[in-house]
């Protein structure tokens, strides 16, 4: 059964990879279990929302699990999908400005506005707009994206470890002490980690991770607290369609759409160069993986979270093995057992120190893409090259992409070979200008 739902010989792979694949991913992106409900329960002035902690975690949890099911038996694909880290705290600005429009409800609508615009993706997705972007983007410009999002992981891995730090005057710097607990423990565990992984150590991130938990544990910087604890509240069905149907909330629905549009076709670009799946510069069953985001999304807003989103932490299964949808499997499954598991889960997901090694072994490997970009030919190159730098410096898959999308078109047009350029790419192009310049919201 698993052999005909999968493709597992055809892809090179196996049960136990697999399995332990999915592990490894989700370990990686645990922490969205207790940082998303923490971000939706709280605005940025410290008030609550109203939509509770626990609610969020129940919604974050369930949300996660059907996306990521759906990704792994009906579209196949290694990756792992969750409520999205920009898109909520997006989330909680349209909360905010809700309330000063003298909305109540203001979560319930800012729910609603996250149903319609994944009704919106799903609609896309279904016409293949979604995928028609996808083999629109040249050859570079899909392996810029890829080295792109390994500088973001490799970034988002130094920053959780410690060893980078929010800097007023330079953006960021070096974290002037070495010596405390935290990026003692993250510096050990890129040390074993790559040691393993040279040695070619069979699973040497997901033994990483193991050794970095017992490491914590040892330094007192985790405690275990036990094995079994659940949530007491959900918000299953609580959003408000109608209010979100207001002209003046119409804004918020445009921007959702632009952000998960891109942030998703970005990281199953990149997560599938890495896995090797792009055929002639095309994804045979990118749609099915874009239809299940939609789908996720969706059923994130009727169970009590922000937007859905494919994770580039998916791309640390992918090097541990994964090739296949059973992975996702495993991983919505362990989304499911989190919610009776908050405890183990929490002890894992919330000390950051402990992933990050992975992301950045993971985002290291990730520049091998670099070499299939044709250098030579600066109408392909500055665009690519744009991506790689705008992804980890504007932190966000999106506005990174943007810069690169935009010089594409123009630069092709400029030199005189603008007919080398698909048609999409000039409307994307657009799309994004109108974002930037006219939308300000």
Sequence with gaps: MLERIFKLRERGATVSTEVLGGLTTFLTMAYVIFVNPAILSTDFAGNMTGLSFDAALVGTCFAAAVATFLMGVYANFPI???????????????????????????????????????????????????????????????????????????????????????????????????????????LFGLLFTAVLHTRRVRGAILWGIAATTIAALAAGEVQYTGIFGLPHEHAFFKLDILGALKLSVVPFIVIFLFMDLFDTVGTIIGVSEQAGFMEDNKLPGGNRALVSDAVGTVVGSLSGTSTVTSYIESAVGVEYGSRTGLSSVVVAALFLLALFLNPVIGMVGKFTPITAPALVIVGSLMMRNVKNIVWDDFSEAVPAFLIMIGIPLSYSIADGMAVGFIAYPVIKLLSGRGKDVHWLMYVVAAMFIVRYTLMTV
């Design 80 to 186: 792992a999908q969750a409520p999205g880290m920009g898109e909520n705290f997006f989330f909680v600005t349209v909360v905010m400005a809700l309330g000063a429009q003298g909305i109540a409800n203001s979560w319930q609508v800012a729910l609603g506005v996250v149903f319609i615009s994944g009704l919106v993706f799903l609609l896309l997705s279904l016409l293949r707009f979604r995928k028609a972007i996808i083999d629109a983007i040249s050859p570079s410009m899909k392996n810029g994206i890829a080295v792109g999002i390994g500088f973001f992981i490799a970034f988002i891995g130094l920053r959780n470890g410690g060893l980078i730090v929010a800097s007023q005057g330079t953006a960021v710097a070096f974290a002037r002490n070495l010596l405390t607990p935290e990026i003692l423990i993250f």
